[in-house]
Nanobody
Framework: QLQFVESGGGLVQAGGSLRLACAAS????????MGWFRQVPEKEREFVAA????????YYADSVKGRFTIARDYAKNTVYLQMNSLKPEDTAVYFC??????????????WGQGTQVTVSS
């Protein structure tokens, strides 16, 4: 059974950086996307970033483009989200997820439990 464990969240001041990690246990197959999403109370979960199975293509929400970087380490079966120049509006619970097939922005089937990121002003 495929499971994910996120880590790296915490409290940081505006302008600071955090690196989230999502470690996968269980077998994954090709043609997948790994993504990061975030959610604040009473709002829908929103797409943040994704990377394809080869690592050759990355995708970002406009709100994080130029500040966040997604990467995957196949040897460690881990996906990272490097977050720089953090803003208070980046405060949310961050989830990693995996999907197979097309459409990088929706249809994710496997989810981690989430990690809290809080950015103070």
């Amino acid at each position: 059974q495929l499971q994910f464990v996120e880590s790296g969240g915490g409290l940081v001041q505006a302008g600071g950086s955090l690196r989230l990690a999502c470690a996968a246990s269980g077998r994954t197959f090709g043609n997948n996307y790994m993504g990061w999403f975030r959610q604040v109370p009473e709002k829908e979960r929103e797409f943040v970033a994704a990377i394809n199975w080869s690592g050759g293509s990355t995708y970002y929400a406009d709100s994080v483009k130029g500040r966040f970087t997604i990467a995957r380490d196949y040897a460690k079966n881990t996906v990272y989200l490097q977050m720089n120049s953090l803003k208070p509006e980046d405060t949310a619970v961050y989830f990693c997820a995996l999907k197979y097939g097309a459409n990088v922005y929706t249809g994710y089937n496997y989810w981690g439990q989430g990690t809290q990121v809080t950015v103070s002003s």
